[in-house]
């Protein structure tokens, strides 16, 4: 299988489609499963040089992905595995492994946080994908030889990842990574309160209605959207469904209290307190459309100028763009990250 849809995308190097059961992910109240698809791309001449070992890239995908469709073929474009494929091909980069790693929900993604409510998702990723990786691979299994990308979703992970779990990888990029909440999420409440009205303000029943569907409006994937994002930052109890929202459901009323707790993982307000974890990268990489739908470009500027501020060094990037099909960006980052691991 590996080899066949290697071949059907074109591929010099091959894939290995791999399952591992996560510890971190065992019994969420979501019922998510434990058991993961972990998706390796091996560079050219792996097989036939024995004893060299490789870099590492872990790649996370953004909301409502997963790691299946990183690899997935779209007419006129490259995903991530063909673009460090040609990349390697053309000499633009040193060979290197990539790893995609999967972190769906029920709700849609997981931010790649440890919560009472969708399970350990950090840890998954540092303990247990990690852990499998350097234990099947000839990988470098050190700080040095590991860094982490994403998009959107994937790209606030790569940036909270490297700030919770310092030591874990040398150097990070966030494609148009969620930034600056408080320009990114309010403009969809008023949208979830009423959609979620609609459904008697039952978190459940919406749901459970949603996966119902065949086709589902532009209201409902937001308001599954903000579920998600409520499930991560806001989790009331390790109980399915039991989550604070950032208003009131009953009057839709801002509630503060509960914004904060999103805040506090916003990266802007967490790179300030961060100089140690930060200082220890070799790159910190963002970038990010200026039409971006969401003002996540805001959000890559306000991070990039708080890391500077603790004059530490980033490269942030804006292009004429805006937050979808910028995985061309990977041409990039993905050099750009080989080139500073061991």
Known sequence: METSYAHALGLRGSLHFDAIESPALAGNP????????????????????????????????GYTGSALALVSARPWERNVVQWIDELIAQRRMPHAILVLVDGFTRLGGSQ????????NYATYVVRDVIGHVDATYRTIAREGGRAVLGKSSGGFG??????????????????????????????????????LERHDRSIAAFVEAFERKHKRA???????????????YSPRSATAFDLDLPFDLESGELRDDVFARWLAFDPVQRVPHRAAELGRLRLRYLDCGRRDEYGLDI??????????????????????????NVGYRY?????ALAAVLD
Do not use: W
């Not at 890559?300 to 942030?316: F, K, P, S, T």
């Not at 041409?331 to 050099?335: A, G, N, Q």
């Open 218 to 232: 532009q209201a409902e994937y937001e308001t599954m959207e903000m579920l998600g994002y409520a499930a991560a």
């Open 331 to 335: 041409e990039i980052s993905l050099p």
């Open 112 to 119: 790649y946080l440890d919560s009472i409510h969708n399970g």
């Open 158 to 195: 790569a940036m909270h990842l490297v700030m919770e779990h310092p030591g874990t990888f040398a150097a990070f990029a966030s494609h148009s990574g969620d930034a600056y909440f408080r320009y990114a999420s309010p403009p969809a409440f008023k949208s979830v309160q009423r959609t």
């Open 30 to 61: 979501l019922g998510d499963p434990a058991r993961r698809p972990v998706i390796v791309y091996l560079p050219p001449g792996y097989d036939a040089e024995a004893s060299r070992r490789y870099p590492v890239l872990y790649c996370l995908h």
């Open 299 to 324: 959000g890559a500027r306000l991070v990039a100028r708080g890391i500077r501020e603790l004059g530490l060094e980033v490269r942030h990037e804006e292009f004429d763009d805006d937050h979808r």
